[in-house]
C-alpha cells in the first residue's frame, strides 16, 4: 500500500475545520533539533494524527508518533534504542488566556486562525518533549556489556562522608561527639 506523502506545512485550525487527518512517514534526519541529540540513524516518525472538534466545540489534533531512536546512554556511554510511541493530544487555542482554561487532557496548542505550521515542527517538538532528561539501559548488565563497572561498595560508603576527613584534622580537645 502507497502512502501519501505529508505535506510540508499543515493549516491546523482548517485541518480541525474539516476534520483532517495526517498520516505518513517522515524522515527521521528532517527534525534537527532530535538529530543533535541521538546517534546518527536512518528511519522514520509513522505519523497518524487527525483534527477536529469535541463536543464542547474546542478544535483539537490527537493521535500517535512512533519511532525508534538511538540515544547514548549516560551511565555506560553506549548506544542505546529507545522506541517512542508518543500519544498526542493539543488543544487549539489563540491566546495563553485560552491555554489556561483548556481542559486538563489537553496540551495547548498556540496559533491564530490564519498560521501555517510546519508539519516536521509539530512533530518534533512533540518528540523531544517525549525523550528521556537522562537516557540509561533499563538492565545494567546492558551497560557492563558496555565496559561499564558498577562502583566497589566500599568507595560509595567512603563517599557518604565527604568531611569525614576534616575530623582528623582538628586537635583531639576540639572534637566532638
Not at 542505546?80 to 487549539?92: D, Q, T
Not at 545494567?140 to 558498577?150: K, L, N, S
Not at 569525614?164 to 586537635?171: F, K, N, V
Request: aromatic share 4%; proline share 9%.
Amino acid at each position: 500500500m502507497l502512502t501519501p506523502s505529508l505535506p510540508d506545512k499543515l493549516y491546523p485550525w482548517q485541518l480541525a475545520a474539516d476534520n483532517g487527518r495526517l498520516t505518513g512517514d517522515l524522515a527521521l534526519d528532517k527534525l534537527p533539533r532530535l538529530m543533535a541529540l541521538m546517534n546518527p540513524a536512518n528511519g522514520v516518525v509513522s505519523i497518524d494524527l487527525s483534527a477536529g472538534k469535541n463536543g464542547q466545540g474546542l478544535p483539537f489534533i490527537t493521535g500517535c508518533l512512533r519511532t525508534e531512536v538511538e540515544l547514548t546512554c549516560q551511565r555506560c556511554l553506549g548506544s542505546l534504542r529507545w522506541p517512542l510511541e508518543v500519544a498526542v493530544r493539543l488543544g487549539l487555542v489563540r491566546t495563553e488566556a485560552e491555554a489556561a482554561r483548556l481542559p486538563d487532557d489537553y496540551e495547548p496548542l498556540l496559533a491564530s486562525p490564519d498560521c501555517a505550521m510546519s508539519v516536521a515542527d509539530l512533530v518534533e517538538d512533540e518528540l523531544l518533549l517525549a525523550l528521556p532528561q537522562i537516557p540509561r539501559h533499563a538492565d545494567q548488565r546492558e551497560c557492563e556489556a558496555h565496559g561499564y563497572g558498577a562502583p566497589d561498595p566500599a568507595f560509595i560508603a567512603e563517599q557518604r562522608r565527604p568531611f569525614g576527613l576534616l575530623a582528623s584534622l582538628l586537635p583531639d580537645s576540639k572534637r566532638s561527639c
